[in-house]
């Protein structure tokens, strides 16, 4: 405001407002999803020619089922498939602890009254990205304050947001990654009072009458989450959905106040999974989304899959893999020795969410399909890979356990393997990844295999991997020695 440059604006904003008619009760239930879509449709037809991005503040405590689909996140997820094609982005937040505690004062019991508090209806959405809150702010500029303590150190929950710990482990992991929601004051008495020190600047809803005001809680963090999304749209006009979302999620991580407050020991992959519950992957950085760099590296696909089909009995089965030969700098990772190397892998796709509620407490009734990644162990040639892949995807189980080096990952194989985005890292010695260079895409069971009368066993679709590769060696030339090898993955029919 105070400064005289231009401002590039890369986005615009379009508003629907979700109400019920005047001077009658609440919507019922089991219309939000119908009226969702109302306003999805009334938006693409005002901005025919504009790509959008939802954003969802608008989150109810009924049908919050411990993760289990409802009828209004059965409507996001369908609208985000958008029938294969036409998908798109939505990002709901978690929804507010005030919403289970109109007291503000019940909040003396932070954090475990925001563990024991369910993310809220419809952010149970496969396909949505979920946004759940962290604060950064515990300054407060009034000498009023001076005996007050902020309830969350800096980096921890916000004492506004909701977590999926409750939620049985098939459902997916929720939130997906936090923003700044805001933080809360205790005074001397151990009551619970509010600060707009510790809340977030923006423009007020009366501008014309008081130009700015504050906004906290998860509302806020998927407001900047949007601006996120956002972005990289700008960014980069030609991904997809799929990608925007994967992206923001590979973005992310845990700061150690995160970890400090969930008491993450190393490796323990109970620990990692709260953790996941808490903050989802934890806090996107733009820069990361946007942009490789030298020692950091980021390799993007965006593929068509067909997931399944019939054998000669006309029987389905498992139909398409796919492998990648990475352009992996070897001799580079070779020659770095002992010094340590980082490899994320992100898969996102979207599933069509299963037709009527009926059989919705089997995930496999809900998602049509599900993929994942592997990679291959450092002893294992391309041959020897595609070998064990091709063998397990031939078993026939309902989920393959990743048995070409689990213990490598950092959250694991099961922890990482619920919904529709899947996200995991290993940090090697840099001559250890040196031959880690061969990655899976393959699928799982769903109901698009196992209810064959319904006519979608030979279905395609679509999903986006992401992978990166980073050492803290400043001096690392990795994106110089491959930015000229990028390969066409390879699709293999089994």
Same mark, same amino acid.
């Given at each position: /405001?105070?400064?005289?440059?231009?401002? &590039?604006?890369?986005?615009?904003? #379009?508003?629907?407002?979700?109400?019920?008619?005047?001077?009658?009760?609440?919507?019922?239930?089991?219309?939000?999803?119908?009226?969702?879509?109302?306003?999805?449709?009334?938006?693409?037809? &005002?901005?025919?020619?504009?790509?959008?991005?939802? #954003?969802?503040?608008?989150?109810?405590?009924?049908?919050?089922?411990?993760?289990?689909?409802?009828?209004?996140?059965?409507?996001?997820?369908?609208?985000?498939?958008?029938?294969?094609?036409? &998908?798109?982005?939505? /990002?709901?937040?978690?929804?507010?602890?005030?919403?289970? #505690?109109?007291?503000?004062?019940?909040?003396?019991?932070?954090?475990?009254?925001?563990?024991?508090s369910s993310i809220q209806n419809p952010a149970q959405s496969w396909n949505a990205l979920t946004i759940g809150a962290f604060t950064q702010k515990v300054i407060v500029h009034d000498d009023r304050y001076a005996k007050y303590y902020p309830m969350a150190k800096q980096g921890e929950l916000s004492p506004h947001s909701t977590t999926s710990l409750s939620w049985e482990k098939k459902w997916p992991i929720k939130p997906d990654v936090v923003f700044e929601g805001g933080n809360l004051l205790k005074a001397?008495?151990?009551?619970?009072?509010?600060?707009?020190? /510790?809340?977030? /600047?923006?423009?007020?809803?009366?501008?014309?009458?008081?130009?700015?005001?504050?906004? *906290? !809680?998860?509302?806020?963090?998927? @407001?900047?989450?949007?601006?996120?999304? !956002?972005?990289? !749209?700008?960014?980069?006009?030609?991904?997809?959905?799929?990608?925007?979302?994967?992206?923001?999620?590979?973005?992310?991580?845990?700061?150690?106040?995160?970890? *400090?407050?969930?008491?993450?020991?190393?490796?323990?992959?109970?620990?990692?999974?709260?953790?996941?519950?808490?903050?989802?992957?934890?806090?996107?950085?733009?820069?990361?989304?946007?942009?490789?760099?030298?020692? !950091?590296?980021?390799?993007?696909?965006?593929?068509?899959?067909?997931?399944?089909?019939? *054998?000669?009995?006309?029987?389905?089965?498992?139909?398409?893999?796919?492998?990648? *030969?990475?352009?992996?700098?070897?001799?580079?990772?070779?020659?770095?020795?002992?010094?340590?190397?980082?490899?994320?892998?992100?898969?996102?796709?979207?599933?069509?969410?299963? @037709?009527?509620?009926? +059989?919705?407490?089997?995930?496999?009734?809900?998602?049509?399909?599900?993929?994942?990644?592997?990679?291959?162990?450092?002893?294992?040639?391309?041959?020897?890979?595609?070998?064990?892949?091709?063998?397990?995807?031939?078993?026939?189980?309902?989920?393959?356990?990743?048995?070409?080096?689990?213990?490598?990952?950092?959250?694991?194989?099961?922890?990482?393997?619920?919904?529709?985005?899947?996200?995991?890292?290993?940090?090697?010695?840099?001559?250890?990844?040196?031959? #880690?260079?061969?990655?899976?895409?393959?699928?799982?069971?769903?109901?698009?295999?196992?209810?064959?009368?319904? +006519?979608?066993?030979?279905?395609?679709?679509?999903?986006?991997?992401?992978?990166?590769?980073?050492?803290?060696?400043?001096?690392?030339?990795?994106?110089?020695?491959?930015?000229?090898?990028?390969?066409?993955?390879?699709?293999?029919?089994?």
């Open positions: /405001l105070i400064g005289s440059y231009s401002v &590039q604006l890369t986005h615009k904003l #379009c508003s629907v407002k979700i109400l019920p008619p005047h001077f009658q009760a609440e919507n019922r239930k089991e219309l939000w999803g119908d009226i969702t879509a109302q306003g999805v449709a009334r938006a693409e037809i &005002q901005n025919p020619e504009v790509d959008l991005i939802y #954003c969802l503040s608008v989150t109810a405590i009924e049908d919050v089922k411990m993760g289990r689909p409802s009828s209004w996140s059965g409507a996001i997820d369908k609208i985000a498939f958008g029938e294969g094609e036409a &998908q798109k982005l939505i /990002l709901i937040s978690a929804g507010n602890i005030k919403n289970y #505690c109109p007291d503000q004062n019940d909040l003396i019991n932070y954090p475990n009254i925001n563990y024991n001397p008495d151990e009551s619970i009072t509010s600060h707009e020190d /510790l809340e977030l /600047l923006s423009t007020s809803k009366s501008f014309h009458i008081k130009p700015f005001d504050t906004i *906290n !809680a998860t509302s806020a963090a998927v @407001a900047q989450a949007s601006w996120f999304a !956002a972005k990289i !749209a700008y960014e980069y006009p030609r991904a997809w959905p799929e990608t925007f979302r994967g992206l923001i999620v590979h973005s992310a991580n845990w700061n150690d106040a995160m970890k *400090n407050q969930i008491n993450v020991r190393p490796r323990n992959r109970s620990d990692f999974r709260n953790l996941l519950k808490v903050f989802g992957y934890g806090v996107p950085d733009i820069n990361r989304a946007l942009y490789s760099q030298e020692s !950091a590296l980021t390799f993007i696909a965006q593929e068509y899959i067909q997931p399944f089909g019939f *054998n000669e009995k006309n029987n389905p089965e498992t139909n398409e893999i796919h492998f990648y *030969n990475l352009p992996w700098p070897s001799e580079l990772l070779l020659s770095l020795g002992e010094v340590p190397v980082r490899l994320r892998i992100t898969l996102s796709y979207f599933v069509e969410p299963g @037709a009527g509620e009926i +059989g919705w407490k089997d995930k496999y009734r809900y998602q049509s399909h599900g993929l994942r990644f592997d990679i291959n162990n450092t002893n294992d040639t391309e041959a020897v890979f595609r070998k064990k892949i091709n063998a397990s995807a031939r078993e026939e189980e309902d989920e393959l356990d990743g048995n070409t080096g689990n213990e490598r990952w950092s959250i694991g194989v099961k922890s990482r393997s619920t919904g529709s985005i899947h996200s995991d890292y290993m940090e090697l010695t840099a001559a250890e990844l040196a031959n #880690c260079n061969l990655i899976a895409v393959y699928p799982v069971i769903g109901w698009w295999r196992e209810r064959k009368h319904l +006519g979608k066993v030979e279905t395609r679709t679509r999903y986006s991997l992401i992978i990166s590769l980073e050492t803290p060696t400043e001096d690392v030339e990795l994106y110089t020695a491959v930015r000229n090898l990028i390969e066409v993955p390879v699709e293999i029919k089994i």
